[in-house]
């Protein structure tokens, strides 16, 4: 609970417009896009909706001094529970703070405030030709913010990297209130230890993000989509990383396991192969026809040699949704299957893909619970995803067990816990087995020298 | 001064081979390919040579029991004072860790010793068709633990990217001696803060790198070398960003001011078009000719929209090697202009580069010392060279505050310090300048947590 005097502190800052405290606003902000939601809720005592840095410096000034909790969220979209207010204190909601500031034509930087939906980054970049790469499948209501609290991936990493890759430089209101500034418009920096990546992917607990510089590329001009469909998961995987070691490097390769692929075609009434036991959705980009040939000819080839049964371009953009649509139906397709779906996080080396899906569909046998895999084969993050019924009795501790083999496994092959999800709440147990000892203590160092009250999104990640 | 019987307890890890401590030898440890040579040296009480990972661990255990200083270095190609050991103590040589342990072809990632110099890292690749892009300058005798050290960048970095962006994992023994892994050959990695991140450019003040888990990509088919002539260093600035922008992004483009050019032709006897003042040399490679031709077009007609008095592509290896010359010729060329040539890396906005060199060339002018600006145009990052007898009185006081002066504009257009050399001895003064209080003090945070006694490579970057 928040004193009311010092409710009326930060009512000062944000004015009434800017604050929260009924009951069920309150609730509005306790969860986020984890399976949490199904666990009794986290209510924050309090939320507020700054509108400048200098709100959020005075709200961290306050914070500080009465030792408040603060957790930062941008829309909720986060799949580990990283926005949750844990333990109470104050949620600070960064969605209005949603301005475009600056677009740098000269030097391809584009300034934005943390609220930014990534759709909206990529659109506007898009209308003038150029290209924000960074792709999550949350990306329609996703925040920029929450983006870079997460270092979130998405299928394009393949080619072109995941969301830290385009940060050039960061505004970070630290736990005390005092702004911080990193980076910037220059492409080579080593001026003092790399801050921009440190905040990168840190969820919240070292700073609050309120404004970024991402670099940007040209937008590249011509796209095509290729669908593979294979005999077996190995030849999809070996297909995959033979086209990038030939060069032949898509910029999405996305790979779905057979019951994944057989649920969307049940789902959307699409007659299916006997023989297709996996399917790779291959995305190909560059700047000239010829290059582009070239590229999909050579993955075609490589296809064909790792038993492909079908491999389809697509010549009209018709037919690229087509082919992308078994793809995008699969989360509700997979979803529909079971009365819940526990979606995964876990990277590995790329060519650990076949041996972890073995691994992980032993654990599944183990237990007795169905399994799809799919994800982004070309950088080997994988979410894998099991069906189960929570409100079955005994369901609930055999997905829990499971998911702790599946990380093991992941961990086992030289993967680790989370490609672009983060560590949140929902993998913090898990967290010592990844990083080891010496790990652990490393970025609990950090974390007590930029908070040492521990006030920032505590709970998480440690 | 470090006590014999420690001494000899280093002797007991190293063995007598592994152990200098010869007058001579002390010397030879004492200084890297800064200007700082021409200060007195900094002598260090004691050389290592450690063979593994275990001697590394054993020899800081041992250092942080006695608070006796390490200074970590490789073959001391370093431009800022970063291997110098500035308080003396232990010098910590590690170029007889010197062996690419493993190339995982399927994951496209080397495993290596710090040791390894980055030349053989790259023919090695290339020898298997994969590519390893950051290029430093001195790669023929930079070893790669100090590349990641310094987060050592090149002519490739527009296209590429720096060594950081290549780094995906890192073994480090710490300052109490204990052994931390950070990362490894997933793609992507959101597992706690990116401690591999913090490591690289952190020059050797965090811990000692005895391993890397480098990322390769296959190497292009084709390269081309393009050199533009123009009648302006506008022009040849506004071409390059110009071509970035369009899509034809060069490998490689390095500009070179009206001094510098005609210090080469001198040198070199070439016969030089009276109207040029700039010149650019472009890199462009790919897998398609047809991709290749389109790019090089492209370039060639925005050098021609803005002012190049002449465009040539290369059709031989031979005719590469003399396009090429101009710029490989530079450092010599300049250097003979002078008796002492004081060279800069400062990195600034790529659309800032006009406003530098018109910035700089008042500073030098100013001073009236002589002014060579050459670097890489595509990223920004340059190395203005001044001119100067140290020997002169009063010489060495000018250069000095012209350097000073360097710094502030660079800081004062959007830039900062350093693009790939670091901070080091010689740029600390500048720091907080351009990290601010906040930024300061967040670093300075960070390296008390990681080496709260402050034995590793003291007197660096704070």
Redesign the interface.
């Known amino acids: 609970m928040i004193d009311e005097k010092v409710i009326n502190e930060f009512s000062q800052i944000v004015g009434a417009r800017g604050l929260l405290n009924e009951n069920l606003d309150l609730f509005t902000y306790s969860y986020d896009a984890s399976f949490l939601p199904l666990l009794p809720a986290a209510k924050p005592d309090l939320v507020l909706k700054p509108q400048s840095t200098q709100e959020v410096a005075a709200i961290m000034k306050l914070a500080h001094k009465y030792r408040i909790p603060v957790v930062a969220r941008g829309l909720g979209t986060g799949r580990t529970g990283g926005s949750v207010p844990a333990e109470g204190g104050l949620v600070l909601c960064l969605d209005e703070m949603n301005q475009i500031l600056e677009l ?6 584009l300034t934005v405030e943390p609220g930014v939906k990534t759709q909206d980054i990529y659109q506007f970049c898009a209308e003038r030709g150029l290209f924000y790469p960074p792709d999550p499948s949350s990306l329609k209501q996703s925040t920029i913010g929450g983006n870079i609290a ?2 979130a ?1 998405g299928p394009r ?2 080619k072109y990297g ?1 969301t ?2 385009y940060v050039m430089g960061l505004e970070v209101v ?1 736990a005390d209130g ?5 980076g ?12 921009t ?2 905040f ?3 969820e919240g607990t ?1 700073g609050i993000i309120t404004r970024a510089i991402l670099r940007l ?5 011509i796209r095509r989509t290729a669908q593979a469909l294979f005999d077996s998961l190995d030849g999809a995987c070996a297909a995959v ?1 033979r086209s ?4 032949a ?1 898509p910029a999405a390769a996305e790979l779905m396991d057979q019951i994944s692929i057989e649920a969307v075609a049940k789902f959307r009434n699409i007659e299916l192969d006997p023989r297709v036991k996996a399917g790779v959705i291959f995305e190909f980009d ?3 026809e ?2 582009l040939d ?2 999909i000819g050579e993955a075609e080839r490589l296809c064909a040699e790792c038993g492909s049964v079908q491999f389809r371009i697509a010549k009209t953009k018709e037919e690229e949704d087509e082919l992308w649509s078994l793809r995008r139906g699969m989360s509700s397709a997979i979803a529909a299957l079971a009365a819940n779906r526990i979606a995964e996080d876990i ?5 650990a893909l076949p041996e972890i899906v073995k691994r992980l569909r032993e654990i599944a046998a183990r237990y007795g619970l169905q399994l799809a895999v799919f994800g ?1 084969a ?4 994988l979410h894998p995803s099991l069906l189960a019924d929570l409100n079955a009795p005994g369901e609930k501790e055999k997905v829990e067990q499971a998911v702790g083999e599946i990380f093991q496994a992941a961990l086992a092959v ?10 949140g709440l929902t ?1 913090k147990d898990y ?1 010592a087995d ?3 000892e ?6 609990r ?2 974390k ?3 908070d040492p009250a521990g006030i920032l999104n505590p709970g998480k ?1 440690f």
Chains 1, 2 share one sequence.
């Open positions: 740098d034509d000269q030097n391809l930087m997460e270092n991936g990493a393949v995941v830290g890759d630290l005092s702004v911080l500034q990193t910037g418009k220059m492409i080579k920096n080593v001026t003092g230890y790399d801050l990546r440190l990168v992917g840190s070292l590329i040209p937008m590249p001009k990383s990038i070691k030939s060069g490097i560059g700047d000239s010829a290059g070239a590229q990277s590995v080396p790329r060519a982004h070309g950088d080997g993050n030289g993967g680790t816990l989370s490609g672009e999800h983060g560590i993998k967290l990844a990083l080891g010496t790990g652990m203590a490393a970025i160092s950090i007590k020298a930029l990640i």
